[in-house]
C-alpha cells in the first residue's frame, strides 16, 4: 500500500510544525511517524517539514531525528530514556536489522519474548539465523 501511505504522508507534511503537538499521545508517537517516513524513503521531507519547523523541541523530536537521520540506535537510547519500552524494543530491532551490535537484537528480543510478539521474534530469529547459501 505504498502508493495510499505517500498520499498520506504528503498530507501530513502539509500540517508541518503541529504535527509534534498532535502527536503528544502513547500511540502514535513522533518516531513512529519518523519510521514511516524513514520507510518511504521521505525522512529528509519529515524532518525538513515537521522537526525543524517544531519551535518546542522535546526528547521526541531528537528521537525522530535520529531516526530521519539512520542512527537507530540513538533512537533506542532516546526512547528508552523517555520511557517508552515498546517503542524503544522497536527501535532495538530496527537497529538490529541495520546491523547495530549484538546487544539491540538481544534488548528487542527481552522486550518482544516478555510481551509474546511473535512476529517481532520471527524477525529477530531471522537475523540471528546463518544465511543460506
Excluded at 533506542?76 to 530514556?81: D, F, H, N, V, Y
Excluded at 515498546?86 to 549484538?102: K, N
Aim: hydrophobic share 50%; glycine share 6%.
Amino acid at each position: 500500500m505504498r502508493d495510499e501511505a505517500d498520499r498520506v504522508a504528503s498530507e501530513l507534511l502539509e500540517w508541518g510544525e503541529v504535527v509534534p503537538g498532535a502527536l503528544c499521545v502513547p500511540f502514535p508517537t513522533l518516531a513512529d511517524a519518523a519510521w514511516a517516513f524513514q520507510d518511504l524513503g521521505r525522512q529528509d521531507e519529515f524532518a525538513a517539514r515537521v522537526l525543524d519547523a517544531d519551535v518546542i523541541k522535546s526528547p521526541w523530536n531528537d528521537a525522530a531525528r535520529a531516526i530521519c537521520d539512520g542512527d537507530f540506535a540513538l533512537a533506542a537510547k532516546l526512547i528508552a530514556e523517555i520511557g517508552h519500552t515498546a517503542g524503544a524494543a522497536y527501535a532495538h530491532l530496527r537497529a538490529a536489522e541495520a546491523g547495530g551490535e549484538e546487544a539491540h537484537r538481544m534488548a528487542a528480543e527481552e522486550f518482544y519474548r516478555a510481551v509474546g510478539a511473535t512476529a517481532f521474534l520471527k524477525r529477530l530469529e531471522a537475523l540471528a539465523a546463518p544465511p543460506v547459501r
